[in-house]
C-alpha cells in the first residue's frame, strides 16, 4: 500500500528556518516530489529527489534517505509569501503519485 | 507556451447529474494524470493517462472514467454525483509517464454538489 505522513500544521518567523518532515511507505518507490500550494490556488513545484541526499534550491532544499523512508523540506530565511501549505508526494515506477495531506506553514512577523 | 488548462473553473451540479471536466496538457507534455483534492487534504490521485489508454487508476469506483485525446488532452467524467463528489478537481501533465518527470499542475475545477 501507499502512506505519506508529515504535520498537519507548523509555525516559523519570518527569516527564521524551518524543516518539514515527510515518512513514506510506497511500493515501487521511484523518487520523492515536495509541492507549494497557496489556498486557492494549484500545486507548484519546488523540489525532487530520486538519490539519497540533499538538493539544494536557492532558499528551499531537499532531502531524501530512502532506507529509511524520510524526507524533508528546508526552508531558509522564511518569507510572508511562503506561508502555504507544503505538500510531500511519493512517485512510482508504475508511473502513479501519492499524495500527503500537506503541512500548512504559517510565517510569522 | 500555454502551461496546464483545465475548464471549466467551477461547476455546481446536483445529485445523480454527470459532468465533464476538460484538461489541456503542458506544451510537449504526452501525459495526463487527474486528481480529487477536498478542502483540508492533499489530492488523491484519480487516474493516468498516456498514448490514449488509462495506465494507472487510484481508489476510485468506476463511476469516474476519462479520455484522453491523440492531442494529448483530456476528459474527466463523473457520473450519478454524489454530495462527496465535491471537490477540486486538478489535473497534472507531464512527459512519459514513468519517467518521474515533473508534474505541473493545472489550476483546477472546483466543483460543488447540491
Known amino acids: 500500500g501507499q502512506n505519506i505522513d508529515q504535520p498537519t500544521e507548523m509555525t516559523a518567523t519570518e527569516g527564521a528556518i524551518v524543516q518539514i518532515n515527510c515518512t513514506y511507505q510506497t511500493s515501487g518507490f521511484n523518487g520523492l516530489f515536495w509541492y507549494q500550494q497557496h489556498a486557492g490556488e494549484a500545486p507548484t513545484f519546488l523540489s525532487y529527489n530520486v538519490l539519497d541526499g540533499l538538493e539544494e534550491k536557492g532558499r528551499f532544499s531537499s532531502f531524501l534517505s530512502r532506507s529509511k523512508g524520510y524526507s524533508y523540506l528546508l526552508l531558509k530565511e522564511l518569507q510572508m509569501k511562503d506561508s502555504a501549505s507544503y505538500l510531500c508526494?511519493?512517485?512510482?515506477?508504475?508511473?502513479?503519485?501519492?499524495f500527503g495531506d500537506g503541512t500548512t506553514l504559517t510565517v510569522k512577523p | 507556451d500555454a502551461g496546464v488548462t483545465q475548464s471549466p473553473t467551477h461547476l455546481i451540479k446536483t445529485r445523480g447529474q454527470q459532468v465533464t471536466l476538460r484538461c489541456s496538457p503542458k506544451?510537449?507534455?504526452?501525459?495526463v494524470s487527474w486528481y480529487q483534492q477536498a478542502l483540508g487534504q492533499g489530492p488523491q490521485f484519480i487516474f493516468q493517462?498516456?498514448?490514449?489508454?488509462?495506465?494507472q487508476r487510484g481508489n476510485f469506483p468506476d463511476r469516474f472514467s476519462g479520455h484522453q485525446f491523440p492531442n494529448y488532452s483530456s476528459e474527466l467524467n463523473v457520473n450519478a454525483l454524489l454530495l462527496g463528489d465535491s471537490a477540486l478537481y486538478l489535473c497534472?501533465?507531464?512527459?512519459?509517464?514513468?519517467?518521474?518527470?515533473?508534474?505541473?499542475f493545472g489550476a483546477g475545477t472546483r466543483l460543488s454538489v447540491l
Open positions: 506544451s510537449g507534455h504526452d501525459t
Open positions: 508526494a511519493a512517485y512510482t515506477n508504475a508511473g502513479k503519485s501519492t
Open positions: 497534472a501533465s507531464s512527459f512519459r509517464p514513468t519517467s518521474a518527470d515533473i508534474q505541473y
Open positions: 493517462y498516456y498514448e490514449e489508454e488509462e495506465r
